[in-house]
């Protein structure tokens, strides 16, 4: 009996059953990794998705206007009470809603509440209202701090005390991209968050600083390129995607800002910018690494690659994978 050709994808779709988005100019069905995000204050769903983001967040509670391309899932939007100044009945009200009609899932706490030129909050201050994101029902993640800091241990202690809720962990990091050891010294600060918080990590900030231009570097801190952004990025990916105590990530940021111009996923226009193109194509590994199933590579038909995660790109034999 001939095999048809699509045979390996009709196999494979019911060994790792997920969405597909399907995208006419590659005639290929990509089940993306629900771990890759971007931090998107300007662009809407459609120019996400063409990064191959699964999710979105804008540090606001309402998304970003826009649709997405005939044929495209759009990205999950996961909304943020960010501040003080968020927490009013009404938003609850419209949150809880969402939450009940299946909109949302997800809800993540206020954005860098140590810092005063963020929302700026005192512990005392987030905790009171911390009852209120609770009420809403949503999947709770907790306030992202500048770093995992007396203020955030202050919290999560009052968190523990009163029996507040505190789903998983949200963090930000900043550091040089071009550092040799740039990959592990990001795996070993988020592996000991995990183990000092025991709670899933989101990692609501990353992305590929110019320290030099930043000054968050120390003195003697080198000028970032794009090459290095290049090499960076699949690494750092990989290495996320690697991790099953991470469950989410977002790159910062959708759109140029001071010394975060070779961070930007984003050209002016909307179009993919080559940083952009990197997070797009990250991660996939050939199928030769999977041994049991690889014979089904050997099969008449369209070529299969297996993302970090194990989902799967499938693509015509002739097409060539980057």
Request: proline letters at 7%.
């Amino acid at each position: 009996m001939m095999i048809p050709r699509l045979a390996p994808l009709i196999v494979l779709a019911v060994l790792f059953p997920g969405s597909h988005r399907v995208s006419a100019n590659s005639q290929a069905a990509l089940v993306l990794t629900p771990k890759k995000g971007i931090a998107a204050a300007k662009f809407g769903p459609g120019t996400i998705a063409s990064a191959n983001a699964s999710w979105y967040y804008n540090w606001r509670y309402s998304p970003n206007s826009g649709s997405v391309p005939a044929g495209t899932t759009a990205p999950e939007y996961v909304p943020m009470l960010s501040n003080a100044g968020a927490v009013t009945d009404q938003n609850i009200a419209t949150l809880t809603a969402a939450k009940d009609k299946g909109t949302y899932k997800y809800l993540l706490g206020f954005n860098e509440p140590d810092l005063a030129s963020q929302s700026n909050m005192s512990v005392a201050q987030a905790i009171a209202m911390w009852p209120k994101l609770m009420s809403t029902g949503l999947t709770l993640g907790s306030p992202a701090p500048t770093n995992p800091n007396a203020w955030f241990d202050d919290f999560m202690a009052q968190a523990v005390a009163n029996k507040y809720r505190v789903d998983f962990i949200c963090l930000h990091y900043y550091r040089a991209p071009n550092s040799a050891t740039a990959v592990a010294d990001l795996k070993k600060w988020i592996t000991d968050a995990y183990a000092k918080y025991q709670k899933p990590i989101w990692l609501t900030e990353f992305g590929a600083p110019d320290c030099k231009t930043l000054g968050w570097c120390g003195s003697n801190a080198a000028a970032l390129t794009q090459a290095q952004v290049d090499a960076f990025v699949p690494q750092v990916v990989s290495m996320l995607e690697g991790l099953g105590f991470v469950q989410r990530y977002a790159w910062f940021v959708d759109a140029s800002q001071a010394g975060f111009e070779l961070s930007a996923a984003f050209n002016s226009d909307g179009s993919l910018s080559r940083t952009g193109s990197d997070l797009r194509d990250a991660p996939t590994t050939s199928i030769a690494q999977w041994p049991g199933i690889a014979p089904l590579a050997r099969r008449p038909g369209p070529a299969v690659f297996f993302r970090a995660d194990g989902r799967i790109l499938v693509a015509p034999r002739r097409q060539t994978m980057r």
